[in-house]
């Protein structure tokens, strides 16, 4: 290997806070990735979610093109075309009451936003968010993190948060007061293991929050923007928020975090108290309006609902089929397996196989692939996957006792 190849070079001068895989990806077309060497991976992992509307699509290459050639640097202390045209689309697709956004750079800093607003429009401190949840890594978005994987180091995190058990209705009751500024929880947590909130728990917040003159925050950086069969992950439970956190796929890739609030709520920030050097830059947001025409124009979310039932049936199959897998669910095209075994090794062997897919844990197998998923790229990872778990079932001692 070169000193002057991508692993080299990446290995030596990267901080090594990524467990990497022994992939090089030089390009991508759809819903296919390649190596520098030609070959040729289905992609369910979209670049964590990030592609949604498939690689390279003539829409936002066209988009980065021109936007790149015209302008793409202006704060947002001065008016912009780009951006005033993609804040235009967003919210015409966003819940209605929801007319104001700010625009950052990460999901984490959607988070950061929505921290600040709920405890400046409401005077309180208090933050509540769930046992398995992930909104990022800042230091406010890590204090509602759960993982003491990703917080212990870093102690003491911000004061006021806590974090109640998933789906635990009795709990809910008594962590919402009218000390509570705000509830801050994933529709379905992603990094958690893709578990799908119970419509009642969902609706309960939403009750509580609106009783007790707290706010309910949906984090939907990951099940946003189509990816669950619906624009947003909210409608399947009939519940909408007070702010809603958007990133991951919004810009095709491109670095991008939006939260989204009423005129009150986002009013109360004033002048100067929350602001980004690059939030909204003129290209980020021409990719952004891109990416929602592209969307909408390829019929995307609808594409996810129907692709993902025939993928999640696929999984199923799996599951019936292979006592090694535990469990096969998911909404749309934010898919999982659950797994009686670690599936560290399953990653590279799928790799091998030709997928690209990302875990959730230690057992769990997820899949976030593009939203113009097909068919026919469904059949080759779920035969893929037929393979693998024959190779790990028969890998298994019979009787044997497994996680
Ligand atoms: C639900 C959720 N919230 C927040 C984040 C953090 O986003 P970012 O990594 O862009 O800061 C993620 C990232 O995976 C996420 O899935």
Known sequence: MSLNDPV??????????????????????????????????????????????????????????????????????VYNDARADFVKKL??????ELDRAFLANSGAEAVEAAIKIARKSTGRRQIIAVKGGYHGKTHGAL??????????????????????????????????????????????????????????????????????GSLLILDEIQTGFGRTGKMFA????HVRPDILCLGKG??????????????????????GEHTSTFGGNPLVSAVGAATIDALLEDHLVENAANVG?????????????????????????????????????LLQKGLDGGVLMLDAGRNVLRFLPPLCLDRSLVDRVVTMLDRLMELEQAARVPGQTIA
Not at 34 to 49: Q, W
Not at 91 to 96: G, Q
Request: with cysteine.
């Open 91 to 96: 919210t015409s697709i966003a819940p209605s």
């Open 143 to 212: 204090s509602a993190t759960w993982d003491p994987k990703y917080r212990k180091s870093f102690e003491p995190l911000l004061p006021g948060f806590s974090h109640i058990p998933f789906n635990d209705t009795e709990a809910a009751k008594s962590a919402v007061t009218t000390e509570a500024a705000a509830v801050l929880v994933e529709p379905i947590q992603g990094e958690g293991g893709v578990r799908i909130s119970s419509l009642d728990w969902l609706a309960l917040l939403r009750d509580l929050t609106r009783d007790t």
């Open 8 to 77: 080299s070079v990446e290995d030596a001068h990267l901080a090594r806070v990524y467990s990497k895989k022994p992939l090089t990806i030089v390009r991508g077309t759809g819903c296919l990735v390649y190596d520098a060497g030609g070959r040729e991976f289905v992609d369910c992992a979209g670049g964590y979610g990030t592609c949604i509307v498939g690689h390279a699509h003539p829409r936002v290459v066209e988009a980065i093109t021109r936007q790149a050639s015209k302008l793409t640097s202006c704060h947002g202390s």
């Open 309 to 345: 039932r025939y993928f999640q049936q696929g999984l199923a199959k799996l599951q019936r089929e292979h006592s090694v897998i535990r469990e096969a669910r998911g909404l749309g095209l934010m898919l999982a397996l659950e797994n009686r075994f670690d599936v560290y090794n």
């Open 234 to 237: 909210g409608e399947h439970f």
């Open 250 to 271: 919004i810009a095709s890739g491109l670095p991008i975090g939006v939260t989204l609030a009423g005129d009150g709520l986002m009013g109360s920030l004033g002048k």
